[in-house]
């Protein structure tokens, strides 16, 4: 197995370069800072393009803090954010208004709650209506663009949400809006975060469907950001799984879903229930304890106090990231040798 750095990927082929990226947040007392959380430690990650790649991990694990760095919406502490080539960190760091509204204008965002994502005093035609005002769009064209993107994403006849206020329509409805809101820009890349979390189980595979169709028609990359499994296995390209602020293993997600190889992605395996009637009094075989304080992280690997494998140099020295093959590495001193 080769020994690789930070970093592991290709900026070649990538629309959305991050390599090892850090987002500290200051923790305080009076007037001193005493210590710092490690949101992100270090992430080294690539967004090909019309790619799929699924971040996933439980909560508090940094996925959101990592959609926001690469926003600009968090400051960045260290590492590099590199956009169709361009090196674009210190314009994160000190974000202009020109900055600002060039760049969301290539890369859409959906929250995880739509109710808390758009404003409740603005009906539907005006809250699309406001990015393409921002950016100067012709007026002519504004309905034509919200009568097309709502039909899109299933929202139809478009002509009867115009003038409807969020509280007038379902949660399911509000999420596509938010969709909407996110490609009305016509960008290249959307993050969406847990999209369909929040949403009914029965409309949760029509939303996912419903992004698979918008990637293929406008050639867009997604980076999908769950703590499920179940859903990232059909809609995904590749998976990141990330834990305490770093991510572990990274492959196409047929093998990191059949074949995993970080002790962490075999315990979100057997996390995921299971339908089978006979096996409903089988134990699973979770981790045992808590995710590490990310004030106060462990030496040596993340997991390493959880882990069954453990060695001693797990507790002593971080991990590298270990190349096992194109495109599938991992953060685990199992596979060292």
């Known amino acids: 197995m080769a020994y690789v750095s930070s970093a592991t990927v290709s900026l070649s082929s990538s629309i959305l370069y991050v390599e090892n990226l850090k987002v500290w947040h200051p923790v305080k007392k009076l007037f001193s800072i005493i210590g710092y959380v490690r949101a992100v430690d270090g992430v080294t990650l690539d967004v090909k393009p019309r790619e799929v790649l699924s971040i996933v991990g439980e909560s508090g694990c940094g996925k959101t803090t990592l959609a926001r760095a690469i926003l600009g919406l968090v ?10 080539g361009i090196d674009i960190t210190e314009k994160l760091r000190k974000p202009t208004y020109a900055f600002r509204k060039q760049y969301s204008s290539k890369i859409g ?16 035609k005006n809250i699309l209506e406001e990015p393409l005002r921002i950016h100067k769009i012709p007026k002519r064209e504004r309905l034509t663009r919200i009568l097309n993107v709502l039909s899109e994403v299933g929202l139809t006849p478009p002509e009867e949400f115009l003038h409807k206020y969020p509280h007038m329509i379902s949660g399911g409805q509000l999420q596509r809006v938010a969709i909407a809101r996110s490609l009305i820009l016509e960008p290249k890349i959307v993050i969406a975060d847990e999209p369909v979390s929040m949403l009914d189980a029965s409309i949760r595979i029509d939303v996912l469907t419903l992004f698979n169709k918008l990637r293929e028609k406008h050639d867009l990359s997604i980076i999908y950001i769950t703590h499920d499994l179940a859903t990232a296995k059909y809609f995904s390209n590749r998976i990141a799984i990330m834990y305490a602020g770093q991510i572990v293993e990274v492959g196409k997600a047929r093998d990191v879903i059949y074949k995993p190889k970080h002790p962490y992605t075999e315990s979100l395996l057997e996390a995921i229930p299971d339908p089978d009637p006979q096996n409903r009094f089988v134990f699973r075989k979770v981790l045992p304890g808590e995710p590490p304080n990310l004030i106060n992280p462990p030496t040596g690997c993340r997991l390493s106090p959880r882990c069954p494998h453990a060695v001693s140099i797990c507790k002593e020295k971080e991990p590298p990231y270990i190349k096992l093959s194109n495109d599938r590495y991992v953060k685990c001193w199992l596979y060292s040798r």
């Open 75 to 84: 400051p960045i502490t260290s590492g590099k954010v590199i956009f169709e």
């Open 109 to 124: 965002y959906v929250q995880q709650d739509p109710y808390s994502a758009v404003p409740p005093f603005m009906n539907i």
